[in-house]
T-cell receptor
Framework: EAGVAQSPRYKIIEKRQSVAFWCNPISGHATLYWYQQILGQGPKLLIQFQNNGVVDDSQLPKDRFSAERLKGVDSTLKIQPAKLEDSAVYLC?????????????FGPGTRLLVL | DQQVKQNSPSLSVQEGRISILNCDYT??????FLWYKKYPAEGPTFLIS?????DKNEDGRFTVFLNKSAKHLSLHIVPSQPGDSAVYFCAAKTSYDKVIFGPGTSLSVIP
């Protein structure tokens, strides 16, 4: 079974530029998560989708971050404009459902460096 | 506010000995706890979990202990192997909210 795919793996941009990340979850997984992991910290949830609806986006900086999950499968996360503090690894994860205790399967992440 | 704390950023253990990774939490509403393992350049992978109705869960070489009164859990790895060298994240959630991750502990198992 294929795992969670993410691209690109690395991205370097200058501040105020825009960037987009792509995620393809495990086939059949209804729930998709985007996390931000800053160096030395644990992953922090940015947004959670169940199918193509948003379940939780309380920690998404909506003035610059946006995400969509069209057709309930692939998802993109966009940052526009980027700030220096957005340098982090962006992790995508998926789970079969969204009930308590569902195991989340993570992709390899996209490492973003904002100069 | 850091609801899940892992106060040891790193830990070194000799191969074959026991590794004990500790985690403290502040939210008494957490009812489900997880440990994830992360190798460099990879995403975290689920390792083991425990519900708040239990105080111990074992899976092979990995055992998680939960002390609800102390708001403390620990992951024991016995015996430790070089392939266990990774960053370990403690995580917790309530039944209705998102998973909260700790900052991680980097474990090095020395051959």
């Amino acid at each position: 079974e294929a795992g969670v795919a993410q691209s690109p793996r690395y991205k370097i941009i200058e501040k105020r530029q825009s960037v987009a990340f792509w995620c393809n979850p495990i086939s059949g997984h209804a729930t998709l998560y985007w996390y931000q992991q800053i160096l030395g910290q644990g992953p922090k949830l940015l947004i959670q989708f169940q199918n193509n609806g948003v379940v939780d986006d309380s920690q998404l900086p909506k003035d610059r971050f946006s995400a969509e999950r069209l057709k309930g499968v692939d998802s993109t996360l966009k940052i526009q404009p980027a700030k220096l503090e957005d340098s982090a690894v962006y992790l995508c994860a998926s789970s079969l459902g969204a009930s308590g205790g569902e195991t989340q399967y993570f992709g390899p992440g996209t490492r973003l460096l904002v100069l | 506010d850091q609801q899940v704390k892992q106060n040891s950023p790193s830990l070194s253990v000799q191969e074959g000995r026991i590794s004990i990774l500790n985690c403290d939490y502040t939210n008494s509403m957490f009812d489900y706890f997880l440990w994830y393992k992360k190798y460099p350049a990879e995403g975290p992978t689920f390792l083991i979990s425990i519900s708040s109705i239990k105080d111990k869960n074992e899976d092979g070489r990995f055992t998680v202990f939960l002390n609800k009164s102390a708001k403390h859990l620990s992951l024991h790895i016995v015996p430790s192997q070089p392939g266990d060298s990774a960053v370990y994240f403690c995580a917790a959630k309530t039944s209705y909210d998102k998973v909260i991750f700790g900052p991680g502990t980097s474990l090095s198992v020395i051959p």
